[in-house]
């Protein structure tokens, strides 16, 4: 019965959407001011009522999970009664069609915020609803013609499939809800951003209506790709924290072109710069954000993330892209040439510093676009089979991302319009000094002498030591609100991501040894003693769990056990590492294959500094918060505008 | 009139630059750094040198796992008509098996040994690499149906 409620639901939505649409864009256009009143009002209650349809269907989903369903297709070959609780409402989104839901939920929720939200003007608002309903009914159409999440099983089998046990994990039931927040939330700058291209209101009042739902989406990636980076690093015991698999460059490029928009539209909003720019940064920001759901949605791409290869979904999702992305750089084409001029602003300016961290960050995006696209492409037309790997993204990425963090400190130093570049270096003077006495500290004790690791360090010291500058000029012009710190806490946090990196990368010590009961292996400063493998059972696997003794000096210091799981309803096993962390540096043991006689193979590292990578990522998302809670004070825009 | 169009001139001299350089560093960097797929049959057919870094997918021999006294394995993968030896030193995946898809990065060594520096098997079940699903069918040892869903 839920399965039937959930599926009604689906179409009831359909339809709400595509009235949403085309109310919304009717208003956008209306003549009088009546009949844009009625067709906004109409466009809003149909955003609501999409909001509840949408919430009913995933909570009909739900519920079939939750009550292990198994008469609904998806259920059965996701779910599995044995499964904890977590990883049973988890598992809705472990698949293609509830992740699919999920999406859409996401964009539901975004509508209604925009129905709710007071900023923008009524014809700015209701062409937003308009296209943000259009994007709605794309998605729900996708959904019943191609990835139907209530289709009925006949006859309904005993048990269910189970879910990859990769997926089982508290990481990964965050991560792809914290992932669509940020995608889909960019779907609202694009509809804000396509509005005002409808409605010819190219001022600065949709960058400041869009600005919280951009925020929002910025933190929400930040977070979600932090998360999916910490997952990688303690699920597949490589060690490692980002490997540049096309997944993961399918949220990196939204994630920097986000970070792009959310800088320029500081100018756009302020005095009006880069109007034209802003707009189409909204639009490539969204754009890729599909592009990324379509690299990974479709199968095109061998990953945990892809789900099913049915070609039929991958053409869908081309065509919407398409159309998409198609439709909006047209409306842009059209209307550009009628886009007003801000004001204008001297080389040395924060509009300069803006204009330079977007070509910066536009750049990188794009190399990593032709990395991530370019074996796809070649595979289409030649047939040849190539893969881009990591050598390629450190010889494009790092000296971009290099140019881009020695301007960082500048930007929120400089006066807008006009500043005075010798005042602010002179006051950064403090920071650079940080810089240099660490690159000349980390060359000095590092053997042998490298430059690229004073160098890496220097950087990450001018990031927070500028920070720290930025901050007490700030806190002594008695700037109280917190929305002021929000450069601050960003900039720092990307510095701190970069120790992490920087001191992972250059410092970690691998280990990888056949140890029989009794026998010891060395990482870094530490022993571990082997003391055996031992069974052990969960909820719904086996597993072999070593017990390890770690010892600095000849002391034990602590005990580490690292397992390896068989999950006999899946038919996989996966590898449970065991980390030690001090909040500074990881010991991390992953424990390999069973060699007979009870010898295992055990591979270990020492990871100095690694947990600062994801505390750094935190810390950037806090800043976003700051800003965000700056602008949804009631008295913000007064602020703003002083 | 004159900052606004100096504004525009430097603004687009700065895309510019920044997008002659990135394209540069692009196709520098795409001509070194890309990595080709072999299958067993390709490397029997063609002449790869020793040393060049390429990926090899297909399935791992059945019986062919022998593990040595250190953390060195030995397997040979095959795509039905032709075979490569490997030698890898490290932690297998968990979805390694023999008779199953893998892909594996490395370089011809001496002997023609492929010396993987790098094992990935799939993911989970289900799924099948598309490069080994590719190498099979070549060789003409793909059912459909089979592997991938």
């Not at chain 1, 540049?244 to 949220?251: G, L, S, T």
Request: aromatic share 10%.
């Amino acid at each position: 019965m839920t399965g039937e409620i959930g599926q009604l639901a689906l179409c009831l939505a359909l339809a709400l959407a595509l009235v949403q649409a085309g109310a919304g864009l009717w208003g956008a256009r209306a003549d009088g001011s009546e009949s844009l009143d009625l067709s906004r009002r109409i466009a809003r209650m149909s955003a609501f009522g999409f909001f509840a349809f949408i919430a009913l269907a995933f909570g009909a989903l739900t519920f079939g999970f939750v009550t292990s369903d198994f008469s609904i297709l998806t259920v059965a070959q996701n779910s599995h009664t044995l499964k904890p609780l977590i990883y049973k409402i988890s598992g809705v989104w472990g698949n293609h069609e509830g992740s699919m839901l999920l999406w859409v939920l996401v964009l539901a929720i975004y509508s209604a915020l925009m129905a709710i939200a007071v900023r923008g003007g009524a014809r700015l608002t209701s062409g937003a609803l308009g296209v943000e309903g259009l994007l709605a009914a794309a998605f729900v159409l996708f959904i019943l013609l191609t990835s139907d999440p209530f289709r009925r099983l006949d006859p309904m089998p005993f048990q269910g499939e189970g879910l990859n046990p990769l997926l089982q994990d508290p990481g990964l039931a965050m991560h792809p809800p914290m992932l669509y927040l940020g995608y889909v939330g960019l779907s609202a700058t694009f509809a804000y951003a396509a509005a005002a291209l409808i409605t010819q209101e190219t001022g600065s009042h949709w960058a400041r209506a869009a600005r919280p739902f951009m925020l929002v989406a910025w933190i929400a990636l930040t977070l979600g790709i932090t998360l999916g980076s910490w997952w990688a690093y303690y699920v597949l015991g490589w060690g490692g924290f980002w490997f540049w698999d096309p997944v993961e460059n399918a949220a990196l490029m939204p994630w920097l072109v986000a970070t792009a928009l959310i800088h320029s539209t500081l100018a756009t909003e302020r005095t009006g710069a880069f109007r034209s720019w802003t707009l189409l940064l909204a639009i490539a920001a969204f754009s890729l954000s599909l592009i990324g759901t379509f690299l990974v949605r479709s199968g095109v791409l061998a990953s945990v993330h892809s789900f099913a290869n049915d070609p039929e979904r991958g053409e869908y999702i081309l065509w919407l892209l398409g159309l998409a992305i198609g439709g909006a750089l047209a409306l842009f084409a059209w209307r550009a040439p009628g886009i007003e001029e801000g004001a204008s602003f001297e080389p040395a300016s924060r509009e300069t510093l803006l204009l330079l961290n977007n070509v910066f960050l536009t750049a990188a995006a794009a190399t990593v676009f032709l990395g991530t696209l370019y074996p796809l492409l070649l595979d289409a037309v030649t047939g040849t089979r190539i893969s881009v790997g990591p050598p390629y993204f450190a010889i494009t990425f790092a000296p971009i991302f290099i140019g881009l963090l020695l301007l960082v400190p500048l930007g929120p130093r400089l006066a807008w319009r006009k500043g005075d570049l010798k005042v602010t270096l002179r006051l950064l003077a403090p920071g650079a000094g940080l810089a240099l006495l660490s690159a000349i500290v980390i060359f000095a004790i590092q053997a042998p002498h490298m430059l690229a690791a004073a160098g890496a360090f220097a950087l990450a010291a001018w990031l927070i030591g500028a920070s720290a500058v930025d901050f007490r000029e700030r806190w002594k012009a008695r700037a109280v609100g917190v929305q002021n710190f929000a450069s601050v806490l960003a900039h720092a946090g990307l510095g701190i991501s970069l120790l992490g990196i920087a001191g992972t990368t250059l410092w970690r010590s691998e280990a990888l040894e056949v140890l029989a009961p009794g026998q010891s292996m060395q990482v870094a400063a530490y022993q571990l003693r082997f003391d055996g493998v031992a069974p052990r059972e969960g909820p719904n696997y086996f597993a072999d769990r070593a017990t390890l003794d770690v010892m600095r000096n000849g002391k034990a210091i602590a005990t580490i056990s690292p397992e390896k799981r068989s999950y006999p309803a899946e038919g996989q096993a996966i590898t449970d590492t065991s980390i030690r962390t001090n909040g500074f540096s990881d010991l991390y043991v992953a424990l390999g294959d069973d060699r007979g006689g009870g010898r295992w193979t055990v591979r270990a590292y020492f990871n100095p500094l690694a947990p600062f990578i994801w505390f750094g990522g935190a810390i950037m998302a806090l800043g976003g918060l700051a800003s965000l809670w700056g602008r949804l004070r009631p008295n913000a825009l007064r602020t703003a505008a002083e | 009139m004159a900052p606004k169009k100096r504004r525009r001139l430097a603004f687009a001299l700065a895309l510019v630059v920044a997008g002659a350089g990135g394209a540069a560093l692009v196709l520098g960097a795409l001509k070194d750094n890309v990595l080709y797929f072999y299958s067993p049959s390709d490397i029997a057919a063609k002449h790869v040198s020793e040393g060049v870094a390429f990926r090899i997918g297909g399935l791992v021999a059945r019986g062919s796992v022998v593990r040595g006294p250190s953390a060195d394995v030995r397997f040979v993968v095959t795509d039905g008509r032709a075979s490569v030896p490997v030698l890898f030193r490290g932690v297998l995946p968990d979805l390694f098996r023999e008779g199953q898809g893998v892909v594996a990065l490395g370089a011809l060594g001496p002997g023609r040994v492929f010396d993987a520096s790098e094992v990935l098997a799939k993911h989970d079940e289900r799924y099948m690499p598309p490069e080994v699903v590719d190498a099979l069918k070549r060789s003409g040892r793909w059912k459909e149906g089979e592997g991938s869903q």
